[in-house]
């Protein structure tokens, strides 16, 4: 491992950028391009913790196709609070063997492959977990636990471990998941936190445990490692995180030895609505990050809503953002950036005669499973087969993981 030397925090240049420039971050680190495929749970672990053959194909056809990185969505340090029974679990009994043939396939041309610290916490999916959030929750189909103190506490050493251990393993960096509902998300919002202790109250009492994260993880891993965070630019609930809120939290985190700040926004929970099923068209969040530029010298990437080339290359030349975060765009076709860069079209975007819960999800998680297998172009499920498919595979995964981890 390499020697830690002192950091300085890196202003960016964004004038003169275009999608295709590179990007150097505040770690020297360099981005080939300016996107990035952002975190998804692809839900193509094993039901154990462990990468499986497909998975590691799907990072390695993205890597192919062109991108500057990928993200791998909620990976968990602690298995006692998986978001889903195919997250991965990166702690002392991961199958090393298999994280670094991720980590290597991942990141071919030139492509960097990072992992999002996952913690479900009130969210941790039911049958295998004993959900734990910052303050209890009693709804008739979801609820948990108030975290102890000591339970709190013990959250930054926890990520700060997988990082370290992700970074041993040939990982490019690390993505610390503060968006879309789950635990560092509930901490930072009002609705979800009601504690009267030193991580609840005002703002600067609840991104406590966020910024406590960040440190451990930034003090634990080389210098070159990229330390990344996902933030809710505003919950979109009624009581929960709000954009001038959410502003303190980036002004909290200058100075705190972040590469990349990725903005996003929306949750989870169980009646909220999904930012990738708003009404408006087009990027969200753009606004949020104008405003947050003021705030921190480190990087920002936007993430939400981008379906078109000229979507993504308008943002990052007006300097609003320095990287686009796309998702779906990628499950449709892998190959994106290196098509956008030759001219070519957009991907074209499914659309559905009817959406039950649940089923947008399903539906492109399945479509990864194929691109996974090179089979992308010999299957064509409707919405409610990738749903019974989705669910299948679920209940199988769910009884691995209790047998794996002893949950009860």
């Given at each position: 491992?390499?020697v830690?030397?002192?950091?300085?925090t890196?202003?960016?240049?964004?004038s003169?950028?275009?999608l295709?420039s590179p990007?150097?971050?505040?770690?020297?680190r360099v981005?080939?391009?300016?996107i990035?495929?952002?975190a998804?749970?692809?839900s193509l672990?094993d039901?154990?913790?462990n990468?499986?053959p497909s998975?590691?194909?799907?990072?390695?056809?993205?890597?192919e196709?062109?991108?500057?990185?990928?993200i791998?969505g909620?990976?968990?340090?602690?298995?006692r609070?998986?978001?889903?029974?195919?997250?991965l679990?990166?702690?002392?009994?991961?199958?090393?063997?298999?994280?670094?043939?991720?980590?290597?396939?991942?990141?071919?041309?030139?492509?960097?492959?990072?992992?999002?610290?996952?913690?479900?916490g009130?969210?941790?999916?039911?049958?295998?977990?004993q959900?734990?959030?910052?303050?209890?929750?009693?709804?008739p189909?979801f609820?948990?636990k108030?975290?102890s103190i000591?339970?709190i506490?013990?959250?930054p050493?926890s990520?700060?471990?997988?990082?370290?251990r992700a970074a041993?393993?040939?990982f490019?960096?690390?993505?610390i998941h503060?968006?879309?509902?789950?635990?560092?998300?509930q901490?930072?919002?009002p609705?979800?936190?009601?504690?009267?202790?030193?991580?609840?109250?005002s703002?600067q009492?609840?991104?406590?445990?966020?910024?406590?994260?960040?440190?451990?993880?930034r003090?634990?891993?080389?210098?070159?490692?990229v330390?990344a965070i996902?933030?809710n630019a505003t919950?979109?609930?009624d009581?929960g995180?709000?954009?001038?809120?959410?502003?303190?939290?980036?002004?909290?985190?200058?100075?705190?030895?972040?590469?990349l700040?990725d903005?996003?926004?929306?949750t989870?929970?169980?009646?909220?609505?999904?930012?990738?099923e708003?009404?408006?068209?087009?990027?969200?969040?753009v606004?949020?990050a104008?405003?947050?530029?003021r705030?921190?010298s480190?990087?920002?990437m936007?993430?939400?809503?981008?379906?078109?080339?000229?979507?993504?290359?308008a943002?990052?030349?007006?300097?609003?953002?320095?990287?686009?975060?796309?998702?779906?765009?990628?499950?449709?076709?892998?190959?994106m950036p290196?098509?956008?860069?030759?001219?070519?079209?957009?991907?074209?975007?499914p659309?559905?005669?009817t959406l039950?819960?649940?089923?947008?999800t399903?539906?492109f998680?399945?479509?990864?499973?194929?691109?996974g297998?090179?089979?992308?172009?010999?299957?064509?499920r409707?919405i409610?087969?990738a749903?019974?498919?989705?669910?299948k595979?679920?209940?199988?995964r769910?009884?691995?993981?209790?047998?794996?981890?002893?949950?009860?």
């Amino acid at each position: 491992m390499e020697v830690k030397t002192p950091r300085k925090t890196a202003l960016h240049t964004t004038s003169s950028a275009s999608l295709f420039s590179p990007l150097t971050l505040p770690n020297g680190r360099v981005l080939k391009n300016r996107i990035i495929k952002s975190a998804m749970s692809d839900s193509l672990g094993d039901g154990q913790g462990n990468p499986t053959p497909s998975q590691m194909r799907l990072y390695e056809r993205w890597a192919e196709g062109g991108l500057a990185a990928s993200i791998i969505g909620e990976v968990q340090g602690d298995p006692r609070y998986p978001e889903k029974p195919g997250n991965l679990v990166l702690n002392e009994a991961a199958d090393e063997t298999a994280f670094r043939n991720l980590a290597r396939r991942g990141a071919t041309n030139g492509a960097q492959l990072w992992l999002q610290l996952g913690h479900a916490g009130a969210m941790a999916h039911l049958p295998i977990s004993q959900p734990r959030g910052p303050s209890a929750i009693d709804f008739p189909d979801f609820r948990s636990k108030a975290m102890s103190i000591a339970e709190i506490r013990a959250v930054p050493d926890s990520f700060a471990r997988t990082a370290l251990r992700a970074a041993e393993l040939g990982f490019g960096g690390v993505q610390i998941h503060a968006a879309h509902g789950f635990l560092l998300s509930q901490f930072l919002s009002p609705l979800f936190n009601r504690r009267s202790d030193a991580y609840g109250g005002s703002i600067q009492a609840r991104m406590r445990l966020l910024i406590e994260t960040v440190e451990a993880v930034r003090a634990s891993v080389p210098s070159d490692f990229v330390v990344a965070i996902k933030l809710n630019a505003t919950d979109q609930l009624d009581g929960g995180l709000t954009e001038g809120d959410a502003l303190e939290v980036v002004a909290g985190l200058e100075g705190k030895g972040v590469d990349l700040l990725d903005i996003s926004g929306g949750t989870y929970f169980p009646g909220a609505p999904s930012s990738s099923e708003r009404a408006t068209t087009g990027p969200y969040f753009v606004e949020f990050a104008r405003a947050a530029r003021r705030l921190i010298s480190a990087p920002l990437m936007v993430t939400g809503g981008f379906k078109r080339k000229e979507e993504a290359e308008a943002v990052v030349q007006s300097g609003d953002a320095d990287v686009v975060g796309m998702a779906r765009g990628f499950v449709l076709d892998p190959y994106m950036p290196a098509k956008w860069q030759a001219g070519k079209s957009d991907p074209s975007f499914p659309r559905f005669a009817t959406l039950p819960p649940g089923g947008m999800t399903a539906w492109f998680t399945m479509r990864m499973t194929d691109l996974g297998e090179d089979r992308e172009d010999q299957v064509h499920r409707d919405i409610g087969e990738a749903i019974k498919e989705y669910e299948k595979r679920d209940e199988l995964r769910v009884a691995q993981w209790k047998k794996r981890f002893s949950v009860p």
